[in-house]
């Protein structure tokens, strides 16, 4: 299994999560809801998910509020992640390498 990085970008007015895979970042706007932005990051991640298993894994060395809901977050999509994969492998949906 593959581990992608995420990172934690903070500025004046914004957190954002960002998420490192081989090809593209995508982000997560923490401080705006906006529920479309972050469903169109879980459906680029589970076009992905059909090449090969992954994860993330939180690198940020300033434990706030954002590191602690951050690493939850991740807690929970790498653990969805999982479980969709199995889905798909179940369902012979995987991509051949």
């Known amino acids: 299994?593959?581990?992608?990085?995420?990172e934690i970008i903070r500025s004046d007015t914004n957190a954002i999560l960002r998420l490192a895979l081989k090809d593209?970042?995508?982000?997560?706007?923490?401080?705006?809801?906006?529920p479309n932005d972050v469903k169109n990051v879980f459906?680029?991640?589970?076009?992905?998910?059909?090449?090969?298993q992954y994860q993330f894994s939180l690198?940020?060395?300033?434990?706030d509020l954002y590191f602690h809901i951050c690493k939850e977050y991740l807690t929970q999509l790498n653990a969805e992640l999982l479980s969709i994969y199995k889905e798909l492998e179940d369902?012979?949906?995987?991509?051949?390498?």
């Not at 593209?24 to 906006?34: A, G, P």
């Open 1 to 6: 299994m593959e581990t992608h990085n995420a």
């Open 59 to 63: 690198t940020d060395n300033k434990e």
């Open 24 to 34: 593209q970042l995508l982000d997560i706007v923490l401080t705006e809801d906006k």
């Open 91 to 97: 369902n012979c949906l995987i991509k051949n390498k």
């Open 43 to 52: 459906n680029k991640l589970l076009e992905q998910l059909k090449n090969g």
